[in-house]
């Protein structure tokens, strides 16, 4: 190495170091002259660059950021030394709506709600929230920007509900949110691209273009079985973690390239239609792709527009080409495609057809025939005025060519492994050649972009008009601190009056009863209906005449933060066989919830009475694996339910299942697991499984043999709590009733010995046996040769459609 070249990599080495030193330095002065959360009655203006919140750690910023010409949003990014203009923005409150860079704030108002004002006052963006209690909007170390009350305990809103093109470790991308795309890569208004869960429950990519929109990803020739999907869920929720690892409730997983190391990390919906993850070690550092979504950005649907061709090249990327006799419609825009020099003639005689060998259109196929030869194929395009084209490959295995006549020329790419060519139609007067030369040939990422613009122009006022103005401000500010003083005295004599009726919304999502309100609604806990582990379920009619079904918890002894923490996580949880919470009760020892009544009452109830055929059990059995396979797995909290039994499966008027007391175990501290409130044998005798008598360690799998006991239950009619055995003064997990089945079993036509009598002589067999066979799997003794609840859903569902 030459002397000139090891002083300048000393230099660099040198300069490295020093940035390193500085930069913890220069985030203590910035942290210093900035908060990470203000209060009611507080503003960030968009005058001011120190205005801005960074979280504790540092890592995150929120504030004002320039996109464009005196055009604003207020941002979150990955704090950076040049925060003034940020390059990693991972969240935008009013992305298609820039504010002026005069005048424009956001505030946090006394009523609770966030407000962003434009120079003109207008209410370009806002949280929509409301509430009188002490509130703060504060941004958290993982990026997350929440309004919540003073304590922390809970939340009225939060960033992580709204993404925008940002996907962040822990956050959730589910079925009410989406990720768009940004219009380019300098203009972050709403692009043409979206991530999120479609009808199938199956994470996709979406283009809505200009004219049309289709889907891409997954292939959609594709069923999702082949390419490793699975739509038979309903809880539609991905999330990746810090290590790189992201999982999707349709079986979508996949790890980055550099999996297993906590650093920076951001998923993100690019303007090309691709999503990718982006990976660094430290702010000092570049950002370097971890994985994209998928490797060849040609397949991306409209990615050049019409009547064009994309190449795909590892080294250059992605080019954009016109067609031969097309020209590009706007230079600073390719999704607007190309427009034809020529007028399209319907007159058979009177076209010509340019080949374009290797080249694919997807989709707007008019026509499709099995042909002999090229002739044919371009006959069936001729007679069609609308035709622009058609593409022609032959099958050596049939014997015959594929000829498909296009009506528009989108989606155009230049594949090596196509097998087929694609002939333009062009009037025989147009003179073109079929050369590559003639297309307009533009690198796609040096198509320049128009940035939005937002210009104030400050109006002219008289000197006159000023000194009224001042006037009547002075005026108006006099009389409304007057009626706010007057509102205060008022609002502090009648804070406890109301706060004893509680009638309003809590940030948790939950009205707040109180305790006279519950026990005049139950008349005195009179109208006993059910009792478990977790405390006694009473029937209650609320003051606004709805029905509801009021349990009183055991354990009265947790503080009112912690249980209304708890019952915060049972609020985020939503299935559709889950029973709905309406609201809470927490004053002084009492701790209540109150959720939705079931008329139809609890499976217990309508297997006495006799009501339910083969194929309502059949049902029942089904929803039951799903919202457990939901609570097991696909609502990222470990959430065990620990006395599965038909006194807590309710049923609707529809008879689909709901499954009551499924947050007891958070209620009751469970997630940890050497606490005394998982230690102890819990659940119902006849439903526990052998872990909880043997003293084995506790996993998902004590829900699997329950839910196995209960489906016995329905088959057979038989309780499994008759001639419950004991070993050493203990009631063990084994009852007569495995034992019966599994005898019954080896017989040749044990479905009918076993059958409860009570559903018929008219019965699915085969769903009968497929419904036993999966319920003696859950009843295994071995923990571990149990199926998890999502294998049980596909065993059930794999047999045949729902009955």
């Not at 309903?234 to 409730?249: C, D, E």
């Not at 008019?366 to 084209?389: F, P, R, V």
Request: some cysteine; hydrophobic content about 35%; proline content about 3%.
């Amino acid at each position: 190495m030459s002397r000139h070249k090891k002083q300048h990599s000393i230099l660099t080495q040198m300069a490295s170091s020093i940035t390193l030193f500085l930069l913890p330095l220069f985030l203590s002065l910035q942290s210093s002259s900035s908060s990470s959360s203000f209060t009611k009655g507080s503003s960030l203006s968009v005058e001011n660059p120190q205005d801005i919140l960074i979280s504790p750690n540092g890592k995150f910023s929120a504030g004002f950021v320039s996109v464009g010409e005196n055009a604003y949003s207020f941002a979150i990014w990955f704090t950076q030394p040049n925060f003034h203009s940020p390059t990693t923005v991972t969240w935008m409150a009013n992305r298609d709506k820039p504010v002026n860079g005069k005048r424009s704030k956001l505030s946090l108002l006394h009523t609770g709600n966030i407000v962003l004002l434009d120079a003109s006052l207008n209410n370009v963006w806002s949280s929509n929230t409301a509430s009188f209690s002490s509130l703060e909007l504060h941004l958290k170390d993982d990026g997350n920007l929440v309004l919540r009350d003073t304590q922390g305990i809970s939340v009225l809103w939060q960033s992580f509900d709204f993404p925008t093109d940002t996907l962040l470790p822990g956050q959730h991308l589910t079925r009410y949110t989406e990720l768009v795309s940004s219009r380019s890569q300098s203009n972050h208004s709403s692009g043409f691209y979206k991530l999120y869960f479609d009808d199938d429950n199956v994470l996709s990519l979406h283009y809505d273009g200009p004219d049309v929109s289709s889907s891409y990803w997954p292939r959609p020739w594709l069923l999702s079985w082949d390419v490793g999907r699975s739509y038979f869920n309903s809880s539609r929720v991905a999330v990746f973690n810090s290590l790189g690892k992201f999982n999707s409730s349709d079986n979508f997983t996949f790890v980055t390239s550099d999996y297993g190391t906590v650093l920076q990390r951001r998923l993100k919906l690019d303007c090309d239609g691709n999503f990718r993850v982006y990976s660094r070690k430290n702010v000092m550092e570049n950002w370097y792709v971890s994985f994209q979504a998928i490797p060849n950005n040609c397949i991306v649907h409209g990615i050049c527009g019409a009547n064009s061709t994309c190449d795909h090249d590892h080294k250059i990327g992605r080019r954009c080409k016109c067609l031969p006799g097309y020209r590009l419609r706007n230079p600073s825009d390719w999704s607007l495609g190309c427009e034809p020099l020529f007028d399209h003639n319907c007159n058979r005689g009177e076209s010509n057809f340019l080949e374009l060998r290797g080249v694919d259109f997807y989709g707007y196929d008019n026509h499709y025939i099995e042909a002999s030869n090229y002739s044919a194929c371009e006959k069936l395009c001729l007679q069609d005025c609308t035709c622009k084209g058609f593409q022609l490959s032959f099958s050596l295995k049939k014997g015959f060519y594929k000829c498909y006549t296009k009506t528009q020329l989108l989606n155009g790419r230049r594949a090596a492994h196509f097998p087929g060519n694609t002939y333009l139609r062009f009037p025989k007067s147009g003179r073109f050649v079929d050369d590559e030369e003639s297309a307009t040939d533009v690198a796609y990422d040096h198509v320049r972009s128009v940035q939005v613009q937002r210009v104030y122009t400050k109006p002219h006022v008289s000197r006159t008009v000023k000194v009224f103005l001042w006037f009547a401000i002075t005026l108006g500010a006099l009389e409304v601190g007057c009626i706010f003083v007057v509102w205060f005295l008022i609002r502090t004599n009648q804070k406890s009056n109301a706060d004893q009726h509680g009638y309003h919304l809590t940030v948790i999502g939950f009205r707040k009863f109180s305790y006279s309100e519950l026990k005049k609604a139950t008349e005195g806990f009179g109208k006993e209906i059910g009792r478990g582990a977790g405390g006694v379920v009473y029937k209650g009619l609320l003051p606004d005449q709805r029905q509801a079904a009021i349990k009183r918890l055991y354990n009265a002894k947790q503080g009112e933060g912690e249980f209304l923490a708890e019952v915060g996580i049972i609020g985020r949880l939503n299935h559709m066989n889950l029973i709905e919470m309406w609201g809470y009760c927490a004053e002084g020892k009492h701790r209540l919830l109150v959720y939705e009544y079931m008329e139809n009452g609890s499976l217990a109830e309508n297997l006495s009475s006799n009501t339910l055929d083969w194929s309502k059990r059949y049902k029942i059995a089904l929803g039951m694996a799903r919202v457990l396979a939901y609570l097991h797995e696909q609502c990222l909290e470990w959430i065990l339910h620990c006395d599965i039994k038909p006194q807590n499966i309710l049923l609707d008027s529809n008879y689909q299942p709901k499954l009551a007391d499924f947050g007891l175990s958070k209620l009751l501290n469970r997630n940890n697991l050497k606490n005394a409130s998982i230690s102890m044998i819990r659940g119902t005798r006849g439903y526990m499984a052998p872990e909880w008598v043997f003293n084995l360690p506790i996993t998902s799998k004590v829900d699997v043999y329950s839910y196995g006991i209960v489906v016995l239950e329905m088959v057979t009619g038989k309780s499994p709590t008759t001639g419950v055995q004991t070993i050493n003064g203990e009631e063990t997990y084994h009852g007569r009733l495995v034992a019966w089945v599994r005898e019954k079993r080896s017989n040749t036509h044990w479905v009918e010995q076993i059958i409860d009598p009570a559903i018929g002589p008219n019965y699915d067999k085969s769903k009968m046996e497929i419904l036993t066979g999966v319920a003696l799997d859950c009843v295994i003794e071995d923990k571990d040769s149990r199926p998890t609840m999502s294998q049980v859903v596909e065993m059930l569902q794999c047999h045949g459609s729902d009955p």
